[in-house]
């Protein structure tokens, strides 16, 4: 479970999905942007980039997406429940907050398919490099904190056999003055 943290905490992860965000956006600007342009309104530019209006509606999406994080990945709400069920409710509740503001806002039209499909695929391909991304870090804090353990245990064998020296001489010292 992810501790609370503080405040600027909670900001820079809605930086960091922000950000991203406005990477995968205007990445997808510059392949698509012309010929999206009538149809949604984050293409409204074309491969000029991202209107202002959108940037503000993305950066709301990343409060709402790290709010829900909150929720689903610390104590604070849910006290019991598993990791994976955690994930598929935050995952469900990341997917229709998107889709609430890709209607409401204009970014999907309601009735082309296609854009939707193409939406899906996206939010997938995103959410596949997401829980790569978190394994590949999980595995490498597991690898830090099994070379920790392992030093502080080499280091209290150490720590041991020092004192087991040190009563030793201290017996010897005993049992010399004795005779």
């Known amino acids: 479970m992810e501790e609370r943290g503080t405040i600027f905490d909670y900001l820079a992860q809605v930086m960091v999905v922000f950000g991203f965000a406005m990477l995968m956006l ?14 949604s309104t984050m293409y409204e530019l074309g ?8 940037c503000f509606q993305f950066l709301a ?3 709402f997406i790290v709010a829900a994080r909150f929720v689903f990945f610390t104590d604070w709400l849910i006290k019991n429940m598993a990791i994976w ?14 889709a609430v503001f890709a209607t409401g806002c204009g970014w999907i039209p309601k009735n ?10 996206s939010f997938a391909l995103s959410f596949v490099g997401s829980c790569f991304v978190m394994t590949v870090k999980e595995k490498m ?7 920790a353990l392992r030093r502080l245990k080499e280091d209290g064998k150490r720590g041991q056999e020092r004192e087991s020296r040190e009563q030793n001489d201290e017996s010897a010292c005993e049992d010399g003055e004795a005779k």
Do not use: D, H, Y
């Not at 205007?26 to 149809?39: D, Q, R, T, V, Y």
């Not at 804090?141 to 070379?147: A, D, I, L, T």
């Open 61 to 63: 999406v990343s409060f």
């Open 47 to 54: 491969s000029a980039g991202v209107p202002v209006e959108v």
């Open 112 to 121: 082309t398919w296609q854009a939707w499909a193409m939406f899906l695929a």
């Open 26 to 39: 205007n990445i997808f600007c510059l392949l698509f942007g012309e010929s999206a342009k009538e149809i």
């Open 85 to 98: 069920l955690r994930t598929v409710c935050m995952l469900g509740a990341v997917i229709i907050l998107v």
């Open 141 to 147: 804090e597991n690898k830090r904190m099994e070379e």
